[in-house]
């Protein structure tokens, strides 16, 4: 199995109501958490998709369950992510596919070794199990190129799940809760009434609701602009391939910088380039210059800018910035972002396939697929109630670190939808943050 696009059959296909407690936009990983932890405490929760649940990026990760590498202020929710993994399957009666089979970062050089230093320190800061690797012990865990990797941080309560296995599961166990949940349904715009949220206009029609949340991905800034509300938000295209089923050289997720792999349910593995992004240039590249500066200059050494993003994209310079909630959005027009793979990823996935596991060495690669990873100037999400607009939360620009910790980051919103504590220190996560004269710090680029 591979990502979900627009041609898969529809799956959710509940009616409306006109009125609900809670709206949910979008049916990604965070989106489809929210719907179930409110679904699960009685809450009217009506979650719209403009495509498919899982559609987008949420479908097309790695599949990488992990707390090793996280900012610091993102790791007590990604424990908190990961113990709710550790529970999912018994507490949703599906199988989403997670195995607690550890996580590595693997060092070629002792550059790689300083420049994770961090990662250590903040895992020991939170009490995390990791265990620092030599050449042999690596190779006793992986059966990779002997010789190849001088050290590794290992994490063996890290796990990894199938995205497109867990995420509608997470959706249908929430629809057996009492969540309503509507493929192919773009909600339009916010309906507003005396300087709040009163409810959603879908292309279906409004929906009563005093509380939205927006989890819509690369397609949160856009929603937002339509409101005069600013979200320095950019998207990068990230390529990412399947394996036939071959040896068992590692049942975890490993990576060296350069390449990384895990292991699949199916018994293949999934592969991604660690050097290689893609983004298209569009308006707001140029609008967003300033709060991503520092992010360019520190992270983005090795990304490679196109000119410009095809049709329909949410920064493509013919998208509208405009609409009224009477006329079809650019969310109808654009169901499912579905890129087209970075040129030449596969043979250089191949290539490094080979250099690093010769045991995998020929292994067929029976698919290469696209995401648009959704990312922030400090590389960490909003997770935030809008004081601007009461009604309004926002749970987006997981910066390609969001399948893992989705979990998590639902419970945390369906709380704060709640009006109750998130249990959590938010602060690094506001959405003012950008407006605020918050300097902004860019998190590990891992």
Known sequence: MGPITARSPLQFRDRLPEAADVVVIGGGVAGVATAWHLARQGVRVVLCEKGR?????????????????????????????????QGLAEATGEDLGFRAEGVVYLHETEAEEAAHQSV????????????????????????????RWRSAIH??????????QAVP???????????????????????????????????????????????????????????????PQLAMRATV?????????????????RLAFRRRLDGGYSLALGDRHDHFIGPDSFRFLRPFRQTIRESWRETRLRP????????????????????????ERMRVLDPLPSPGAADLMRRRLAERLPALAGLALTDVWAGMIDTLPDVVPVLDSLADLPGLHVATG????????????????????QGRPAGHDLSRFRFARFSDGTPIRPGPAL
């Open 53 to 85: 649940i899982a559609g987008e990026q949420s479908s097309r990760n790695w599949g990488w369950v992990r707390r090793l590498g996280r900012d610091p202020a993102e790791m007590p929710l990604m424990m908190e992510a990961n113990r709710i993994w």
């Open 120 to 147: 250590v320190d903040t895992a020991r800061e939170h009490q995390l199990e990791i265990r620092l690797l030599g050449p042999r012990e690596i190779d006793s865990l992986i059966d990779g190129r002997p010789g």
């Open 155 to 164: 994490c063996p309560g890290d796990g990894r799940a199938e995205p497109w």
């Open 169 to 231: 599961a997470l959706a249908r166990a929430a629809q057996r809760e009492g969540a309503a949940i509507a493929e192919d349904c773009a909600v339009r715009a916010l309906d507003l009434a005396a300087g709040r949220v009163a409810g959603v206009v879908t292309e279906r029609g409004r929906i009563r609701a005093e509380r939205v949340l927006l989890a819509g991905g690369a397609w949160s800034s856009l929603f937002l602009r339509n409101h005069d509300l600013s979200l």
């Open 241 to 257: 391939a399947r394996t036939a089923p071959g040896p068992a050289v590692f049942g975890g997720g490993a990576v060296d910088g």
């Open 308 to 331: 410009a993003a095809p049709r329909g994209y949410p920064d493509a310079w013919g998208t509208p910035r405009r609409w009224q909630p009477d006329e079809a959005s650019p969310f």
């Open 398 to 417: 997981f910066s390609g670190h969001g399948f893992g910790i989705g979990p998590a980051a639902g419970r945390v919103m369906a709380d704060l939808l």
